[in-house]
Nanobody, 115 residues
Framework: QVHLVESGGGLVQAGGSLRLSCVASGSIFMMSAMGWHRQTPGKQRELVATITSGGSTSYADSVKGRFTISRDNAKNTVYLQMNSLKPEDTAVYYC?????????WGQGTQVTVSS
């Protein structure tokens, strides 16, 4: 069983920055693709960014150029650096571990961007 614990959310003004962290338990982190997703009430959870085990990244169009996903395999941690935040970035952000036959989710961390 894998546990993912997110942190780093909070309240920030538009134009500000936050860095989210997600720490994974277990020994399979370095072999796993990881992702960040977000969800607002009444909407489907959407993909924000992914990073493969080899470090290749991809982003949703809405966050390209503003968000950066990275990983530190020595710390079993994936990060999401969020810059130039907008009110529409307000959501609960979830960390996801993607394995060939299963997926694990964290409990989420709230990000609120005030205008």
């Amino acid at each position: 069983q894998v546990h993912l614990v997110e942190s780093g959310g909070g309240l920030v003004q538009a134009g500000g920055s936050l860095r989210l962290s997600c720490v994974a338990s277990g020994s399979i982190f370095m072999m796993s693709a990881m992702g960040w997703h977000r969800q607002t009430p009444g909407k489907q959870r959407e993909l924000v960014a992914t990073i493969t085990s080899g470090g290749s990244t991809s982003y949703a169009d809405s966050v390209k150029g503003r968000f950066t996903i990275s990983r530190d395999n020595a710390k079993n941690t994936v990060y999401l650096q969020m810059n130039s935040l907008k009110p529409e970035d307000t959501a609960v952000y979830y960390c996801r571990m993607m394995l060939p036959t299963t997926t694990y989710w964290g409990q989420g961390t709230q990000v609120t961007v005030s205008s």
